[in-house]
């Protein structure tokens, strides 16, 4: 008894106070009044992280939704055959096309409006004036309703981006112009509407910034995204499948051990320059494809899924081995049939992880050319969607954020929503394959 | 395991027939300056969208990495063209050679103004001179016959018509081409407009070392290094109300909201002023061609003669209403590219 006492004045039972259990005794006050310390640190803590992830939804939506709605200008336009053709004659065939639209814009509005003035107003929509046209050759000499964005500066008037005070020292829009796409508004010209373009666009410059779209990157990153998926998944289960059940334990099996834990730590930047030194240099891939971009990302995630696959196979507990082993199935079929499947949750959690670290890296495809102004089509096909130049998400919101014009901003931010949505559905699936596939025991 | 061996076989066909793929680029493919970033991507679009050419890929790093990449050496996996807002320079030139790109067709694009901007609502910087410049931010400076560490801290105490705001700058980092118009037409002009160059040169310097100490920058924090885009420069000053930045013209034009301009030497910044030649700080701005990829990659002489065609680098051109200063000497570039002239025929 006397070595369980911790105070040495306490000599036996006899010294031993009297307490009730109806009464609280100060030690149990004191031992409740911290439990209810810690648990409302937990909820503070927890209260935190919420409200910084309020704040960041937040900000996220209030910067990026006015992305998701465009403001229009209607037009009806009629181009003669005779038109058509001296614009196809011309180097700067948009530009001819742009200057048929103003002339027919100004005219309709009225005798006294500058032309440059209706210029400023509509931006650049001549490229697809000309693709229209290209296509629909039939389409010349009749009266064809176009309804086309505005140029950044009246889109961003309309939104509340831009003020009549900022534009008065601007050569881009005056405040008379101001005035006039007043009166378009009013007139029901200008209009507003989702901007679907900005899902399904690609790439544009400063020059017609309007035109800008998150689509062509969406593309590329999952091209990028496919290429890993296949090719680390089943190279990372392999890996670890071998490594886990399979290798010897001795100095060598350590050391790719140490070096594979060792790699999941290396910066993403490395995996850059290593593809580019060795994809482009050495095999002599492409610049800016989303396969070199895949083939890099699927180095940087390999570890990731091996640690992940190493440690879902760990958890399966060894009587199920044992099982299997003594009811006469090989190592291999005790891997395949019993470890295996009861190790695919763990495993499918491990590869979305890698895969969502993958999807929004931007450092590595720094280096092999997928940041900058790339991606100006949509792949054609699968070997195209592999092979021809490309961005990725957020490459493409990298970008757009050290763009002048402030409809990057925008922009920029609109593509993050995409991308946190692209992010979100992958984690669905993984959770759905998840259930599907958990078993208890 | 049926499944995930023929994943890996496809995979693997995908690397195998990229392989033959690789040996028929027919992109151009350009990268370098942050300033001619925005120009060289509306050409590159407009390009795409007027020619059968497809779209060239323009990339951005600023116009040292451009043109180390461009040194890189002559194929298929090295960039075609290189943007730079400075001139190349010899040990450029020379490094280039020792690569195998010994033929450079140089071509100037047109003028850009660098601008001195601060916020909007922040104290009233409307006219600086370059020795205002040079006064606050330089490392060193001549105080009654000696040589002592940069004692201002407001721009009052430069210059008594400035406001009395605490000097804070930011400026664009020794990566950028900017770097070196700024120190030389701002730092370098005040240096010898306040007389501090002939006080270093009389304290016993010879012009080198003057000059060196001219363009030698505060390191106490006054002065902060800008290595990203004007974006960065444009937050730093949002967050700022005394901090006055450095940004190209079209960047400021882009960004009257936020920004407000000063003059420089009493002048104001605009396409007509830097086009005259008024406003001291501006500079030329290039592109440069590697000649053994022309006729191998597609497009890359006609990219070059699109972007300098009058309807495009000329007055009133697409260029022009973003902010470039058209070359009065058009018509010499075109006639450069057409006729391939390298940098060492000139």
């Known amino acids: ?161 831009i003020t009549r005070e900022g534009q008065e020292r601007s050569t881009f829009l005056t405040p008379e112009d101001l005035d006039l796409a007043d009166e378009m508004k009013e007139n029901g010209i200008i209009t507003s509407e989702f901007n679907w373009q900005f899902l399904t666009g690609t790439e544009a410059s400063d020059d017609n910034p309007v035109a800008a779209g998150i689509g062509a990157s969406v593309v590329g990153s999952f091209y990028m995204m496919a290429v890993v998926l296949i090719l680390s998944l089943p190279i990372g289960v392999a890996a670890s499948i071998y490594l886990e059940e399979f290798a010897p334990k001795n100095r060598f099996t350590d050391i790719i051990e140490v070096n594979i834990s060792n790699l999941a730590a ?121 092979l021809d130049s490309n961005s990725a998400m957020p490459a493409q919101i990298y970008t757009w954020a050290s763009r002048a014009d402030q409809i990057f901003y925008e922009k920029a931010w609109g593509g993050i929503i995409v991308l946190l949505v692209f992010l979100l559905t992958m984690n669905i699936v993984a959770i759905v394959l998840r259930r599907r596939f958990e078993r208890r025991w | 395991m049926n499944v995930k061996l023929t994943a890996s076989a496809l995979a693997i066909a995908a690397v195998s027939a990229s392989g033959a793929y690789a040996q028929d680029r027919d992109n151009v493919q350009i990268a370098g300056s942050s300033t001619v970033l925005p120009y060289a991507s509306i050409v590159a679009e407009l390009f795409g969208e007027n020619t059968d050419f497809p779209t060239p890929v323009v990339e951005s790093g600023g116009s040292s990495t451009g043109l180390a990449r461009f040194c890189e050496g002559v194929g298929e996996g090295t960039i075609d063209i290189a943007n730079a807002s400075r001139p190349i320079r010899d040990s450029e030139v020379e490094t280039c050679a020792n690569n195998g790109v010994d033929e450079i067709i140089e071509v100037r694009i047109g003028y850009d103004g660098i601008v001195f901007a601060s916020q909007i609502d922040g104290p009233e910087f409307t006219a600086f001179e370059p020795s205002d410049w040079f006064q606050a931010i330089a490392a060193e400076l001549p105080v009654d016959g000696e040589i002592v560490e940069n004692p201002n801290t407001t721009w009052a105490d430069v210059n008594g018509d400035l406001p009395d705001a605490e000097i804070l700058t930011f400026i664009p980092g020794t990566r950028h ?139 009133g051109g697409p260029l022009a209403n973003y902010g470039l200063v058209p070359d009065p000497e058009l018509a010499d570039t075109q006639s450069l590219i057409e006729n391939e002239t390298t940098m060492s025929e000139m």
């Not at chain 1, 910067?63 to 001296?86: D, H, K, M, N």
């Not at chain 1, 032309?115 to 929509?125: L, N």
């Not at chain 1, 002599?284 to 990731?304: D, F, K, W």
């Open chain 1, 1 to 161: 008894m006397t070595d369980a006492t911790n105070n040495p004045g306490a000599s036996g039972p006899t010294a031993r106070k009297h307490t009730s259990l109806l009464t609280i005794d100060v030690n149990t006050r004191k031992r409740n009044r911290a439990e209810a310390r810690f648990r409302s640190y937990g909820i503070a803590a927890i209260a935190i992280g919420l409200s910084f992830l309020v704040m960041l939804v937040w900000s996220i939506l209030s910067s990026g939704l006015p992305a998701f709605t465009r403001t229009v200008v209607e037009i009806e336009l009629t181009v003669t055959q005779e038109e058509y053709a001296a614009a196809e004659d011309q180097l700067f065939k948009t530009r001819a096309y742009q200057d048929l639209l103003v002339g027919s814009l100004a005219a309709e509005l009225g005798e006294d409006v500058d032309p440059e003035s209706v210029e400023r107003i509509i931006g650049s929509p001549g490229a697809m004036l000309r693709n229209y046209y290209t296509a629909n050759e039939d389409q010349l000499g009749e009266a064809v309703t176009f309804k086309l964005p505005t140029s950044s500066r009246t889109d961003g008037y309309f939104k509340g981006r």
């Open chain 2, 177 to 315: 081409g900017t770097r070196e118009v700024f120190e030389e037409n701002v730092l370098l002009q005040g240096c010898e407009d306040s007389g501090a160059m002939e006080a270093f040169v009389e304290s016993g310097m010879d012009e080198d070392a003057a000059e060196e100490a001219c363009m030698t920058v505060r390191t106490d924090g006054v002065s902060v290094d800008i290595d990203g885009d004007y974006t960065e420069t444009l937050a730093r000053i949002q967050s700022n109300p005394n901090g006055v930045g450095v940004f190209g013209l079209a960047f400021y034009e882009n960004n009257t909201d936020s920004l407000k301009v000063a003059t420089m030497g009493g002048v104001a910044p605009s396409t007509e002023t830097i086009a005259s030649g008024e406003y001291p700080v501006s500079r030329p701005l290039f592109f440069y061609i590697k000649k053994a990829h022309i006729g191998v990659i597609p497009g890359v002489k006609e990219y070059a003669q699109f972007f300098m065609a009058d309807e495009i680098a000329g007055p």
């Open chain 1, 266 to 386: 290396v910066p993403s930047i490395v995996f850059g320059i290593l593809g580019l030194a060795f994809f482009i240099q050495f095999a002599g891939l492409p610049r800016s494809a989303p396969l070199v971009g895949g083939l890099v990302l699927t180095l940087m995630t390999l570890p990731t899924i091996i640690i992940s696959t190493r440690a879902a196979l760990r958890a399966v507990p060894p009587s199920i081995r044992a099982a299997a082993l003594g009811v006469g199935a090989s190592k291999m079929q005790s891997v395949f049939h019993h470890v295996l499947p009861l190790a695919m949750p763990g495993i499918l959690t491990g590869t979305i992880i890698g895969l969502a670290q993958a999807l929004g890296e931007t450092a590595p495809l720094l280096l092999i050319g997928m940041v900058g102004f790339v991606a100006l089509k949509y792949p054609d096909g699968v070997a195209e969607g592999l």
